[in-house]
T-cell receptor, first 116, second 111 residues
C-alpha cells in the first residue's frame, strides 16, 4: 500500500493549458509539501501545508495554486502552463513536529510534467 | 550563494570502495541534517538523520556533522552496485516546514 501517492505519473501538455496534480498520503501525517525538481536534479520547496493551512509559499508564481481539502490530500493546480514549468513535481508528507524542524520527509514517486 | 552547496558529480567508484559525499552550508540556524537517496525515476527516500553536530552510524552508512565548519558528510563503506543513485543532503532550521536540499551527487558503483 503506497504511503504517498500522486497522479498522474506523466503529464504532457501544450503551453497555455491548465493542469492539476493530485497527492494523497495514508501515513496519518499533518504536514504536506510540494517540491519541484529541475533537470539538474535540484529539489526546491514550493509549498508547505500543516493541518490544511498554508505555512510556506516560496515565491511561486500565482499560476500555481495548491489546495488541501483535508490533511491526507494536497493537490496542485497550474494555470497557463509555460515551457519553464517542465520539471518533476514531488509531493511529500511528514509528521507534525510542532515547528521544531526535524521533519522526516516521505516522498511520492513524482509527476513528470512536460510542457510543449 | 546557495544556502547548501553540493558537488553534483558524477562520482564513479569500483565495488567495495569507501565513498565520501559532502555538503557545505551557510545558514548557521540549520539544526537538523539529513541524507536522502534517490534512485532514477523515483522519489527521494530518507537514508540518514542527524541532529546538531556529531556522528551517526547505520550499517554501512555513517553521517557526520561539523557545525563549526558548516560541513556535513556521508560515508558509504563497502559500496555496492545497488548504492548507485543520487544522494541529496538536506537540512532544516528550528521553525520547520522548510527542508533545504543540496543539488545532489550522482554516484555510480561499478561491479
Amino acid at each position: 500500500d503506497t504511503a504517498v501517492s500522486q497522479t498522474p505519473k506523466y503529464l504532457v501538455t501544450q503551453m497555455g493549458n491548465d493542469k492539476s496534480i493530485k497527492c494523497e498520503q495514508n501515513l496519518g501525517h499533518d504536514t504536506m509539501y510540494w517540491y519541484k525538481q529541475d533537470s539538474k536534479k535540484f529539489l526546491k520547496i514550493m509549498f508547505s501545508y500543516n493541518n490544511k493551512e498554508l505555512i510556506i509559499n516560496e515565491t511561486v508564481p500565482n499560476r500555481f495554486s495548491p489546495k488541501s481539502p483535508d490533511k491526507a490530500h494536497l493537490n496542485l493546480h497550474i494555470n497557463s502552463l509555460e515551457l519553464g514549468d517542465s520539471a518533476v513535481y514531488f509531493c511529500a508528507s511528514s509528521q507534525d513536529t510542532g515547528g521544531l524542524g526535524d521533519e522526516k520527509l516521505f516522498f511520492g514517486s513524482g509527476t513528470q510534467l512536460s510542457v510543449l | 550563494q546557495k544556502e547548501v552547496e553540493q558537488d553534483p558529480g558524477p562520482l564513479s567508484v569500483p565495488e567495495g570502495a569507501i565513498v565520501s559525499l559532502n555538503c557545505t552550508y551557510s545558514n548557521s540556524a540549520f539544526q537538523y541534517f539529513m541524507w536522502y537517496r534517490q534512485y532514477s525515476r523515483k522519489g527521494p527516500e530518507l537514508l540518514m538523520y542527524t541532529y546538531s553536530s556529531g556522528n551517526k552510524e547505520d550499517g554501512r552508512f555513517t553521517a557526520q556533522v561539523d557545525k563549526s565548519s558548516k560541513y556535513i558528510s556521508l560515508f558509504i563503506r563497502d559500496s555496492q552496485p545497488s548504492d548507485s543513485a543520487t544522494y541529496l543532503c538536506a537540512m532544516t532550521a528550528t521553525g520547520g516546514f522548510k527542508t533545504i536540499f543540496g543539488a545532489g551527487t550522482r554516484l555510480f558503483v561499478k561491479a
